[in-house]
């Protein structure tokens, strides 16, 4: 319903949903690399993540979200807009300065007369526009005693955790800074899970009796693909022994240890004290046994692992923490939670950490809803959506018109537990940021419902990757160029060259 039809409408007209509240409040709660793997509503093989999984419990799940471009400034860029990355302009994060200017989903939101937020990560380098009120960390920011850069553009530094700093200044914005009379939505952005997991001193022992599952593919060969042989984004061999798995040692110096130090030096003197003693014993421990090979490198496995589960576990309790704040509130039942990441990671399939592949652990990400009363789905949503659609279903909800430039589609009618007979069959992708950090080169692609992928790495290469994923869901098996697969190749290709006439991104490379 747009914003005129509403007006027009009589009280009595109104659906009971809104005339309960007006227009339901919008909580949109975004982590980084988080992934569907470590969330127990997805997956139970590695953690219990509980108050996520709330989220789900008293609303839906989609079981087929995905990202457009696998990099947080982009993935940001594309919620913002509602646009692909060669629309919205932010197509990596090492170049990339978000365009303030152009239209986005929040101005539009004030425009609706919604009350805008942002606290936490912002990553897209100018300063945020569109929002009533802003809190955000500068860059990555820090996990331990962080900076915050303010409207007036002063920093400070603030003493304690980031998960549950962010999480208390989005308590103390819903509780005295936000007009109570106004509907509002609040865009509340998780550092946690980034690299380099560095967990809350109060869980540093958790999960150390836990040993992890190691993926089937985690030694994976990459035999057929080019591409995943080049990246540079291994457990075994990628990860910093300081910087990623926290064992310093004094002779060892790397690329990466400044960036640790300066890290971990935010710590207090009695904090480091604590951090230290866990540490360097693990660094003992570790030297005495003198690991080498695969010994070593399912080592390296356990140790991220654990730190990356101890920094979800904050998160988790903070997001538990917001929503019995919502409900203390009265807020529960007017407001429509969102939870999601930037995009999703691997936890060691294919041997590694990371994103950026389109292939399925990062191009997916855990998008779960908590709805308000009135909007009626439950359970799981198997319609493909895309964090371009999260812009139209935010207008959507607040009854605005929805622009038509705006690339993603309105999830409403999926909330609102209809099933769109036209709904889309297939999603596009778009990953631009090579030559960079961890060597993944430029690809676009094609992931169609029936679960065929079809992809095309480019730039300094030019090979296609074929997968069905009904029968090879860890893309293991390249199948482009193989005989038998000749007619399903055409089909795929016809409809990625389709969705990028589509969205006006017409590369033929
Ligand atoms: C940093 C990390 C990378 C990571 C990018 C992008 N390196 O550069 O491992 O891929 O961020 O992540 S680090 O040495 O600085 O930790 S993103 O989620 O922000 O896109
Ligand atoms: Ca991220």
Redesign the pocket.
């Not at 990099?71 to 993935?75: E, K, R, T, Y």
């Given at each position: 319903m747009n914003k005129k039809s509403l007006l027009l409408l009589t009280p009595a007209l109104l659906p009971a949903s809104m005339l309960a509240q007006q227009r339901y409040n919008i909580v949109y709660i975004m982590t980084?690399?988080h992934t569907a793997q470590m969330m127990s509503c997805y997956d139970d093989t590695h953690v219990s993540t509980p108050n996520l999984d709330r989220i789900a419990a008293d609303g839906v799940k989609f079981v087929n979200s995905y990202v457009a471009n696998s990099?947080?400034?982009?993935?940001r860029a594309c919620m913002l807009t509602g646009k692909h990355s060669h629309k919205n302009g932010f197509t990596n994060?090492e170049h990339g300065v978000f365009d303030g200017s152009q239209q986005t989903m929040p101005k539009l939101m004030q425009q609706a007369g919604y009350q805008t937020a942002l606290i936490g990560?912002w990553?897209l380098v100018s300063t945020p526009t569109g929002f009533d009120y802003w809190n955000i960390i500068p860059g990555?920011g820090d996990y331990y005693n962080p900076d915050f850069i303010q409207m007036d553009g002063s920093r400070t530094r603030e003493a304690g955790y980031l998960t549950n700093i962010i999480t208390d200044k989005a308590i103390d914005w819903l509780e005295n800074k936000r007009d109570k009379e106004k509907p509002f939505i609040l865009f509340l952005h998780h550092k946690a899970c980034?690299?380099?997991w560095l967990p809350e001193l109060k869980y540093l022992s958790e999960y150390e009796d836990k040993n992890f599952t190691l993926p089937e593919n985690f030694y994976d060969d990459y035999q057929g693909r080019q591409a995943a042989a080049a990246q540079e984004?291994e457990v075994v061999r990628d990860m910093?022994m300081t910087?990623?798995v926290h064992l310093m040692d004094a002779n060892v110096k790397t690329r990466?240890t400044d960036?640790y130090l300066s890290m971990i030096g935010r710590l207090s003197s009695a904090e480091r004290a604590k951090y230290d003693q866990f540490y360097d014993s693990l660094a003992i421990d570790f030297r005495a046994k003198r690991l080498s090979g695969k010994a070593l490198g399912e080592y390296k496995f356990q140790r991220y692992m654990r730190d990356y589960a101890k920094v979800l576990k904050s998160l988790d309790d903070n997001v538990g923490r917001t929503l019995d704040y919502l409900k203390k509130a009265g807020l529960l039942e007017n407001t429509l939670v969102v939870y999601t990441s930037?995009?999703g990671f691997y936890m060691g399939e294919h041997g590694w950490?990371?994103?950026?592949f389109m292939y399925e652990e990062s191009f997916s990400t855990p998008l779960v809803m908590r709805l308000p009363d009135g909007l009626k789905a439950r359970g799981e949503i198997k319609e493909m959506v895309q964090n371009i659609d999260y812009a139209p279903t935010f207008l959507d909800i607040a009854g605005a018109e929805i622009p038509a430039d705006i690339q993603g589609e309105s999830l409403l009618p999926l909330l609102e537990g209809k099933h769109p007979k036209n709904w889309r069959k297939s999603l596009y992708y778009h990953f631009y940021?090579y030559p960079a950090?961890?060597m993944v080169k430029r690809h676009y692609g094609v992931r169609s419902s029936d679960g065929w992928k079809l992809i095309h790495f480019y730039d300094d290469i030019d090979a296609w990757e074929l997968y069905d994923l009904n029968t090879d869901p860890k893309e293991m098996n390249n199948l482009y160029g193989k005989p038998g697969y000749e007619k399903v190749t055409k089909c795929m290709m016809k409809e990625l060259r389709r969705l990028q006439k589509q969205y006006d991104d017409p590369i033929e490379k």
């Open positions: 980084d690399d990099l947080s400034g982009p993935s994060n990560k990553h990555q980034h690299r380099c984004m910093d910087y990623d990466l960036g930037d995009q950490f990371d994103k950026r940021e950090e961890h």
